[in-house]
Every structure is written in structure tokens, then in C-alpha cells.
């Protein structure tokens, strides 16, 4: 019976090649030993994974898909780069598709704006390629009309849009892959409370972007978790929408003796929260939860001083919303749903290990 669940992957591993050259063999391709087409084909149509499922596949007409994500270096070193993996990994699987992926990382901007940026490359990939494009991925800064307005040009000509962490519900896009982050928050709050002793005091919550619907819903559960389960605590909610945050804002505010905790709800946001913390920690010691796993962060924790990480999965976000796209056109298979939620987990130093092949 044939196993659609199979993936290129586990065909490759069981003979003992690379996914490249099991894409090869299956689609008939050069570029692999007679020998090695025969194991892979037998090997394919054991696992279930079989030649008819190759032919529908290869039957299709080629579509075409923009990947427009901020780029994975500089300010998105922290966060993108795992989620520009995630679409790789998806891709380099599945090579057989017949898609064709052009990618569009943009620098986020220097300024407060990461929304410019965005709007600049999806006016820049519509007039060039609008009328090429069967697919498209993005991640909303915001829900603003600008941002509702140029992505529906897209829908308008029958682009299937994908959307990440941002959703805007009112576009007639296929998905969004995201989190619930007002749990997300809410997760953060819980950990942080079973972490605390004091009495009294105020966490600062390094809350990242007011206008960004994911920033925004991530304080929001965790200041109301806060308020409903540890009253006693104070929340100060400090909004920093630079690309490069800077440790100067958060020294001054966790110098305040009243600070005994701190949460950083977007990845950039926790080095700097780390930095300020250490350059107090000669007075007093903080209770630190940060966001998102990177080198960075990774060696924080190690160290002691971060307690715990929120990690928001941005590899598993890549690689489900490449999923849910190819199978739209390729297999003709509806997402799953309107909005499609991915693990959250909490890092501590004795699971670290175990996340480590993602960083």
C-alpha cells in the first residue's frame, strides 16, 4: 500500500544516500549509478514511498513561489536565519516537486520600521514577478492597511499566500503558521512565577514591537497570567521596536531595586536583557527568561544567566509553511487549518541538549 507519509529523507537514509540522488533516481534523472537507481527504486516502493506517487508529482505543471523573509544575517541572525533553515530543509526533501523557489530576504531596516522594508520587496517581487507566481510566504510586520493592501494584490491574482506568526485574518490567504502567543506569554508567566520567592517586586517585560500582533498578544498573556495569579508582582512593560536593541535601555530600568525579573518577548531583545543583567550582577542577581534558541542564547543559559528559554520554534514555522504550500500545489491537499500552531517548549540547561541541532 502506498505511504504518502514516507518522505525522501527516510528512503535516503535506508539506502544509505543522500536525498539528492534519491530525487534523482526517482524522477528518472542522471547523475546516479545504475546499481544505486535499482536499490533506491526497491528500497522506495518497499517503504511505500512509490513510482506512482513520483509520476503524479512530476505530471504537474512547474509553479513557482517567492519566499520574501527578512534576511538571515545581522538583526535576523537571531530569529529568521532558523526559520530560512526550516524552508531549506522542507525543499532540499523534496526536491522532486516540481516547484520552482525564488527567495527574497530583505535587511530589516535601521530605523523603528520593519514594515518599509517588507513593502519595498513585495511591491519590488510583484512587478517582476506577479504574474509568474503560484505561491508566496511571507511574515507580516504588522496589520496595517498598507501591509493588508499590498498582500491582497497577490490573493487578487490567484497567488496562494501563506503567512507566518502575523496573521491577517480579513486576506483571503490560505494559512497562517504561528504560535497561540497569547499562551506563549502565558507559558512564560507560569515559569517565571514557579521561579520566584519574593513577595513583591516587578518583572520587566522586554515587549518588542507595540504594533506587531505577535509582540503584542505574547506581553498581553503574560501580563494578565501575572496579574490574575501573582497579584502581588508588578509588570513593567517597556516597548523597544529597534532591529538593534541597545542594553543601555534595559540597564537603566533593571536598576531600579525594585526589578527582580525580566522577559524578553522577541529573540533580539534577550542578548541585550542578558548584557544589562550582567553589568548589574555585581549588585544583585536577576531571574531572566528569554526568547528563542541562537548561539547566543544557548551560551546565556549555559551560563547561568538565563533561568530558562521560551523557544517559539521558528525551524518548525519554515519548514510547515514550505510544507503546507507545496502540498496545496503539488498534491492538490488542503491545509489542515486556517491557522496552523506549531510546538512551543521551555529550554532549560539539563534539556538543552536536545534542541542543540536546531541552533
Known amino acids: 500500500m502506498e505511504n504518502t507519509n514516507v518522505t525522501l529523507r527516510e528512503v535516503a537514509q535506508r539506502v544509505g544516500v543522500s536525498m539528492v540522488s534519491v530525487s534523482r533516481a526517482l524522477s528518472g534523472k542522471e547523475g546516479v549509478s545504475e546499481a544505486t537507481r535499482k536499490r533506491i527504486l526497491e528500497t522506495a516502493e518497499e517503504m511505500g514511498y512509490t513510482a506512482n506517487l513520483a509520476a503524479s508529482v512530476l505530471k504537474k505543471k512547474r509553479a513557482t ?4 523573509l527578512p534576511e538571515a544575517q545581522n538583526a535576523g541572525a537571531y530569529y529568521f536565519n532558523y526559520m530560512w533553515k526550516g524552508c531549506h530543509e522542507y525543499i532540499q526533501e523534496n526536491s522532486i516537486y516540481p516547484i520552482s523557489f525564488l527567495e527574497f530576504p530583505y535587511a530589516l531596516s ?3 520600521s520593519e514594515e518599509e522594508p517588507l513593502l519595498a520587496k513585495l511591491d519590488e517581487v510583484y512587478a517582476q514577478y506577479g ?4 505561491g508566496l510566504i511571507t511574515v507580516p510586520a504588522t496589520n ?7 498582500l491582497k494584490r497577490f490573493v487578487d491574482r490567484g497567488i496562494r499566500v501563506v503567512l507566518i506568526d502575523n496573521d491577517i485574518g480579513e486576506l483571503n490567504r490560505l494559512c497562517c ?7 506563549t506569554g502565558r507559558l512564560g508567566a507560569e515559569l517565571m512565577c514557579s521561579m520566584i520567592w519574593q513577595q513583591s517586586g516587578t ?6 514591537k507595540e504594533d506587531s500582533p505577535s509582540h503584542r498578544m505574547n506581553t498581553i498573556g503574560f501580563t494578565d497570567y501575572i496579574r490574575t495569579h501573582r ?3 508588578n509588570v513593567m512593560v517597556i516597548n523597544d521596536p529597534s532591529p538593534h536593541p541597545s542594553a543601555d535601555l534595559y540597564y537603566e530600568c533593571m536598576s531600579d531595586p525594585a526589578i527582580i525579573a525580566a522577559y524578553s518577548v522577541r529573540a533580539r531583545n534577550t542578548i541585550p536583557l542578558c548584557n544589562a543583567a550582567l553589568r548589574l550582577e555585581a549588585k544583585r542577581k536577576l531571574l531572566l527568561v528569554g526568547s528563542d534558541l541562537f548561539d547566543e542564547s544557548a551560551d546565556m543559559l549555559r551560563r547561568g544567566v538565563l533561568k530558562a ?3 517559539k520554534n521558528p525551524y518548525q514555522k519554515g519548514y510547515e509553511a514550505i510544507k503546507t504550500l507545496s502540498e496545496v500545489l503539488v498534491k492538490d491537499k488542503a491545509p489542515k487549518a486556517e491557522s496552523i500552531t506549531v510546538p512551543i517548549s521551555v529550554i532549560l540547561r539539563n534539556n538543552l541538549m536536545f534542541f542543540e541541532e536546531f541552533i
Open 65 to 68: 513561489v517567492a519566499i520574501i
Open 309 to 311: 528559554i521560551i523557544y
Open 144 to 150: 496595517s492597511s498598507a501591509s493588508r493592501e499590498s
Open 131 to 134: 504574474s509568474e507566481l503560484d
Open 231 to 233: 497579584p502581588e508582582l
Open 203 to 208: 518583572i520587566l517585560i522586554a515587549a518588542g
Open 177 to 183: 503558521i504561528a504560535p497561540n502567543d497569547e499562551n
Open 110 to 112: 535601521r530605523s523603528n
